[in-house]
Structures are given as C-alpha cells and as structure tokens.
C-alpha cells in the first residue's frame, strides 16, 4: 500500500494550497481517509476526514470553513482544498487511511489510521 501526498510549498498568509494524496495497493473506495498534520516539536493533530464515498466529513475546529477535504474514487485519489492560510498552519500534512470509517473521534485517532503517507511540507509565511 502507498499513499502519496503532493501539493505542498510555501505560500503567504492569506494564500491557497490544494494537497493531493494518491493511493494505490489497496482497494480505496473501501477506505475512509484523513488528513493530519505535524508542526515541529508538537504531536500530529487531525485536519479533516472523509467517509469512503465522500458523503460524511469532519474537520478540526482549527480549519473548519477554511479547508475542505473531497475525494475521487475513480482517482483513487483524496484532496485538503486550504484556503484562507495563517502561518499556524505551517506543518508537514500527512494523508491517513482506515478501513472502518468512524466517529470524527476515531478518525482523528493517528493511532487507529491503518495506512499514512510520507507527507507534504506546508510553510505560511506571515
């Protein structure tokens, strides 16, 4: 299984970023999938989640009404549209799969992702 996450860079406060994370080795429509993210000396924190077919989301208070996660089954492929970018979101992003799609405490949990990425580098300057 691999997940690969693309998109990233630097961009001013204010600015916009569409991250990508394409999958292959695992049957994707069958996994619900999460977006973290890991700024330096501090724990990796959730950003957004989306059910298997797309139809349930869930956002970290953090981001909510700025980033918005889609997905494309025929892409085999998840998206974090961040829009409205502030320097605190500075992070490496990592994209996260997990077979049972759950409560947005589950699929918040890192501990119960079953496939990560290697992540993507996000830099807002101020």
């Known amino acids: 299984v691999q997940l690969q996450a693309s998109g990233g860079g630097l961009v001013q406060a204010g600015g916009s970023l569409r991250l990508s994370c394409a999958a292959s080795g695992l049957t994707f429509g069958g996994y619900g999938m999460s977006w973290f993210r890991q700024a330096p000396g501090k724990e990796r924190q959730f950003v957004a989640a989306?059910?298997?077919?797309?139809?349930?989301?869930y956002y970290a208070d953090s981001v909510k009404g700025r980033f918005s996660i889609s997905r494309d089954n025929d892409k085999n492929t998840v998206y974090l549209q961040m829009t409205s970018l502030k320097p605190e979101d500075t992070a490496v992003y990592y994209c996260?799969?997990?077979?049972?799609?759950?409560?947005?405490?589950?699929?918040?949990?890192?501990?119960?992702?079953?496939?990560w990425g290697k992540g993507t580098q996000v830099t807002v300057s101020s």
């Open positions: 996260a799969a997990r077979a049972l799609f759950g409560t947005r405490q589950a699929m918040g949990d890192a501990k119960a992702m079953g496939y």
């Open positions: 989306i059910s298997h077919r797309g139809g349930t989301t």
